[in-house]
Nanobody, 123 residues
Framework: QVRLVESGGGLVQAGGSLRLSCAASGRTFRDYAMGWFRQAPGKEREFVAV????????SYVDSVKGRFTISRDNAKNTVYLQMNSLKPDDAAVYYCAASLRGSSTRPAEYDYWGQGTQVTVSS
């Protein structure tokens, strides 16, 4: 039903910014809460941010609060993650995901996943 494609990753210096995008297929995008997760080498997949179906409610992992902003444009079937003041610890593969049941921090509650986009932060 939903195909997700991330873009916008790359190499950035510590303190810099990146904006990730996730384009979704289909006409039921508004039915899904959208989340961002990340996975660094040797670590488990970590919840980063989630936004509700209408975009009115957002939630973030403590380590990115004040630096990252999740947003969505339902008319464009796209969710974004604006990442500012990037740190080396932010380096990871970032994945977007769609949850029909609503906002969640748990990967198991997401129905669809993108292929991921690499974010590298140099010291």
């Amino acid at each position: 039903q939903v195909r997700l494609v991330e873009s916008g990753g790359g190499l950035v210096q510590a303190g810099g910014s990146l904006r990730l995008s996730c384009a979704a297929s289909g006409r039921t995008f508004r039915d899904y809460a959208m989340g961002w997760f990340r996975q660094a080498p040797g670590k488990e997949r970590e919840f980063v941010a989630v936004i509700s179906r209408s975009g009115g409610i957002t939630s973030y992992v403590d380590s990115v609060k004040g630096r990252f902003t999740i947003s969505r444009d339902n008319a464009k079937n796209t969710v974004y993650l604006q990442m500012n003041s990037l740190k080396p610890d932010d380096a990871a593969v970032y994945y977007c995901a769609a949850s029909l049941r609503g906002s969640s921090t748990r990967p198991a509650e997401y129905d669809y996943w993108g292929q991921g986009t690499q974010v590298t932060v140099s010291s």
